[in-house]
């Protein structure tokens, strides 16, 4: 079954809500522990009262009853309970009607409002300051400063040990906002760690394997479309020298991700001295489709470049030589790299732009994809697209041009 509503809604307006299991526990032993001491005859004022005997019980079933609702209106609670206690000053007294009149006090420091938490320490202060200075004036005996720290033990003193325990708990609650905020970010950061590195592990895949497997599809098809056994043992060597060399790509690869932090020495990474065994690959891919390819470089002298920009820079070169060994039509694809002390990288990868005769690999776009994101990643620039063809070459290229910044420096030694 369900569990019963939190409260009962009187006249539709006013909601009763639901006691605390502890609650119940303290007001029930309160009243018991008090009705145990009014049957013994143990009273805190011996007896003096012109009430009957069992007046005592009634100041103290209030205060017991306002118990149940400590948590839910200390405000209230506190105010009944201060009239209880007042009201047992004219019986013959209880201690547990004291007793539960300090627990009222600090239940309405720690489960009041703010404002309540402030103000009840502070007036509990004055009243204590101002009972021990009255008593002592009026009774002219040094037995009212006494009774003024008595009344400050019954309502000071559990009133600072609720602000104590307050703060304690707020403090809790902030630490453990401040873990779940923390381990909520901690989360994030894996997720867009682990989203970035998915992303890395597919520019490198596609980069790496597309070039081999676009020269094996157009060779292939060409092989399979033509019936000349010259053509097609040429197109099996060239499948061949891919296919050796994109199963070595794809060990390198497999080698990257199964890497541990104890290896001494990390797995190599493409630079630019291996662009032109690339453009070397790159004409004998190209040969049958008309393609012829050049490596212009015309960088200075100097130290090294950073890794990570002559990784981008090769990756960018082995996509465009892909893209046109699948798309350019006959003519020449020109590489052309420039680079000056303190200046930024640029490279420039040109093809025929148009339509051409033969087998052609299909595309999906991934490879532009991922020259944006390498370039985005360096904070550099890139572009591509058709443009027009330079003097005595073809009317339109196709024309792709990254800029790599080299922050200052951060350029190695070769």
């Known amino acids: 079954m369900r569990r019963a509503a939190a409260g009962r809604v009187l006249d539709g307006r ?95 420091v720690v489960y009041g409002s703010p404002a309540t ?19 002592m004036v009026l009774l002219q005996d040094p037995e009212g400063l006494f009774l003024g720290v008595l009344f400050g033990v019954l309502t000071l003193t559990p009133s600072i040990t609720g602000v104590v325990i307050r703060n304690h708990r707020e403090a809790a609650g902030a630490a453990r906002l401040r873990a779940e905020q923390t381990a909520l970010l901690a989360e994030m950061d894996r997720v867009q760690a682990v989203a970035a590195e998915r992303a890395r592990m597919a520019r490198e895949l596609h980069d790496m394997v597309a070039n081999h497997l676009s020269a094996i599809a157009i060779h292939s098809t060409a092989a399979l479309s033509l019936d000349d056994p010259g053509t097609t043992r040429q197109a099996l060597g060239v499948i061949r020298e891919n296919s050796v060399a994109g199963l070595a790509e794809m060990r390198r690869l497999i080698g990257l991700l199964r890497q541990s932090d104890d290896d001494d020495e990390p797995a190599a990474a493409p630079t630019l001295a291996g662009l032109e065994a690339l453009v070397r690959q790159a004409c004998v891919n190209g040969a049958g489709s008309g393609l012829d390819f050049a490596l212009d470089d015309r960088r200075e002298d100097g130290p090294a470049l950073p890794a990570p920009v002559e990784l981008a820079a090769y990756r960018i070169v082995q996509e465009s030589l892909t893209n046109a060994l699948k798309h350019a039509a006959p003519g020449e694809v020109r590489v052309q790299l420039t680079h000056a002390a303190g200046r930024a990288l640029t490279v420039t990868v040109s093809s025929p732009f148009g339509s051409r005769p033969g087998p052609r690999a299909p595309g999906s776009g991934a490879g532009l994809v991922g020259m944006r994101e390498r370039v985005a990643l360096l904070g550099g620039e890139i572009t591509a697209g058709p443009a027009a063809g330079p003097p005595g070459g073809p009317a339109r290229i196709w024309c792709v041009r990254a800029v790599l910044p080299v922050p200052d420096g951060k350029e190695h030694s070769a």
């Open 117 to 135: 938490a402030r103000r009840v320490p502070v007036t509990a202060a004055l009243l204590t300051v101002a009972s021990a200075i009255g008593l």
């Open 14 to 108: 006013v909601t009763i809500p639901r006691p605390h299991r502890d609650d119940v526990l303290i007001g029930a032993g309160t009243f018991l522990g008090g009705l145990l001491l009014w049957s013994l005859g143990l009273n805190l004022h011996g007896g003096h009262s012109e009430l009957p005997h069992w007046a005592a019980l009634v100041p103290l079933a209030v205060i017991c009853a306002q118990e149940l609702f400590r948590r839910s209106l200390p405000l209230t609670t506190l105010a009944v309970g201060t009239l209880a206690l007042i009201a047992d000053l004219f019986t013959v007294g209880s201690l547990f009607t004291v007793l539960a009149f300090t627990d009222v006090v600090y239940a309405a």
